[in-house]
């Protein structure tokens, strides 16, 4: 756990850089832009639909029933636009996802790798493809147990709780695929991901306690659907920071485990040799 704290303030110093903070700024635009003309032309058709799949399967009555139950009658008002945002919302995290990785995360490998470990030999055991299937695959997966799980984010406790795992988890099958990608061999990211699969779950644990910090803006009822323009804005902001920041701290603890993993594989080739 040395190397995971010690990991953290190193990327707390790094992000506080002003090219990593200008690195958030291409993503945030770009997703901005994106969902900007997404929710100009589909936010109401969606809408809509919802609304019908309700009144023609007597989900509002159900709906009703089930939040009244936790003493959340007053949100079945704006029940359907509530679904509509929690529906979008995993949308919005692989785009910022997908924009961070695609620009900001080779930028990060190269400031890290430059500034921390410029000797460490760049052995290229990933690839654009191999990271792409990591980040669509670990993305179904999360979509799936996000829907599935949907339910519990209307008691805030299990939304605490839900939350953080599910980005964990995200977080860590992507961000330790790509932070190991550049330098490391096959051989050795797979040495790796499996040495320090329980450190790196417990960074991708805490960056999915901070990346729940977005989700807890969706948890107003009327008032979120009412600000929805701006928290939408706000939330991807966040997310891109959070990823951009997540990606820092897996960096520097991927290259130190790389970095010690060389000098004991070094070592022990030495000897060898003396002892023959």
Request: charged fraction near 10%.
């Amino acid at each position: 756990m040395q190397l995971v704290m010690t990991s953290f303030g190193r990327a707390l110093l790094s992000q506080l850089h002003f090219r990593m903070l200008m690195l958030t700024v291409l993503p945030f635009v770009l997703s901005l832009l994106l969902w900007g003309v997404v929710l100009w032309l589909g936010l109401q058709p969606m809408i809509d639909w919802l609304h019908g799949y309700f009144v023609d399967n007597n989900l509002f009555q159900s709906a009703a029933s089930v939040l009244g139950w936790f003493g959340l009658g007053a949100i079945k008002t704006v029940l359907v636009p509530l679904v509509a945002m929690w529906l979008l919302l995993p949308l919005m995290v692989v785009t910022a996802l997908v924009f961070v990785g695609l620009i900001a995360m080779p930028a990060i490998v190269n400031h890290v790798s430059s500034r921390h470990f410029p000797q460490l030999a760049r052995l290229r055991g990933g690839s654009l493809a191999g990271s792409l299937s990591t980040s669509l695959g670990a993305f179904a997966v999360f979509a799936a147990l996000w829907l599935v799980t949907l339910p519990l984010n209307a008691v805030p406790l299990l939304a605490f709780v839900v939350q953080p795992a599910l980005w964990g988890w995200l977080t860590y099958r992507v961000m330790a695929y790509d932070a190991l990608s550049e330098h490391a061999s096959a051989t050795e990211r797979r040495a790796l991901l499996r040495a320090h699969r329980w450190p790196l779950m417990a960074i991708g644990i805490a960056a999915g306690a901070m990346g729940a910090a977005p989700t807890l803006l969706w948890l107003g009822g009327a008032l979120s659907v009412i600000l929805f323009p701006l928290l939408a804005g706000v939330s991807i902001w966040l997310y891109v920071l959070v990823f951009t920041f997540s990606g820092l701290w897996f960096q520097h603890y991927a290259l130190e485990a790389l970095a010690r993993l060389r000098q004991e594989q070094a070592a022990g080739r030495a000897e060898v040799v003396a002892g023959r």
